[in-house]
Structure formats: structure tokens, C-alpha cells
């Protein structure tokens, strides 16, 4: 896949705690993202942060959460992740969804190429870009 130029960045803040069907919410959107043939997704997990309930979830010692913030991160052309929404409604029932428009620069994906340097069994695997 190519992407090259205008694009808009989709970015999810919800909880780690939070889930979808007993699975966490955040593999959920992952899934999903892939499945819809998004470009790519990235789940960055927060240090701290606060959202609508105001509790401040903390990774400080004496404050310890299991619930730290997680953002999802998702860049494609603006018809693929407008199409895309009506899964976000579906699952997401905590949170904020945010759309900008991004313009994308490079998007390469890793080629993996046997070498000398080569361990063995490891195969060549397609680029998927």
C-alpha cells in the first residue's frame, strides 16, 4: 500500500482497562483497523493522564493504576478512515475519537532481506506496502 500526501490521523484516547466483548478494547480497534485494511495503527500507552471523569491515572509509585490512558493512533486517506467511524461507534463507549488531517511525508514498510548477518530459519517476508 502507498500512502503519499493528504491524510487524515485518527487518534483514540481510551482506558487499558476498558474492553469490548471480555477482550481488551484496544487489540479490538487493532483488529479491526487491520481487518478494514487501514494503513497501520499504534497503541501508545500513557504515563498519566485524566479524561471526562477527571480521576488522574498515574504510573507514580504511590499512586499505582491499572488503568493508564492508551491512545491509538491510525493514518490513511480520508475516505478509508471515514468508513471506518462506524466501527469506533460501535465499540467505543468511553473515550474521545479525533480526526486530523495530516500530510504524510514517507511511509515505508520494513524489507526483510536474507544476508550474511542472516539467522537461520528466518524468512523473507512480504512487504506489505
Not at 7 to 31: M, N, S
Not at 110 to 127: M, N
Amino acid at each position: 500500500m502507498r500512502l503519499h500526501g493528504p491524510a487524515l490521523r485518527l487518534t483514540i484516547f481510551i482506558g487499558e482497562t476498558d474492553k469490548f466483548h471480555h477482550r481488551p478494547l484496544y487489540a479490538e480497534i487493532v483488529h479491526r483497523a487491520h481487518k478494514s485494511g487501514l494503513a497501520g495503527s499504534t497503541v501508545l500507552r500513557g504515563i498519566e493522564g485524566y479524561g471526562a471523569s477527571t480521576h488522574i491515572h498515574t504510573t507514580r509509585i504511590l499512586s499505582l493504576t491499572e488503568d493508564l490512558p492508551l491512545v491509538i493512533v491510525i493514518v490513511d486517506d480520508a475516505e478509508r478512515i471515514r468508513a471506518f467511524l462506524p466501527q469506533l461507534d460501535e465499540i467505543v463507549e468511553e473515550g474521545l475519537v479525533m480526526i486530523d488531517e495530516v500530510e504524510v511525508i514517507k511511509y515505508v514498510g520494513r524489507r526483510h532481506e536474507q544476508s550474511s548477518g542472516s539467522h537461520p530459519g528466518v524468512t523473507d517476508r512480504e512487504d506489505r506496502t
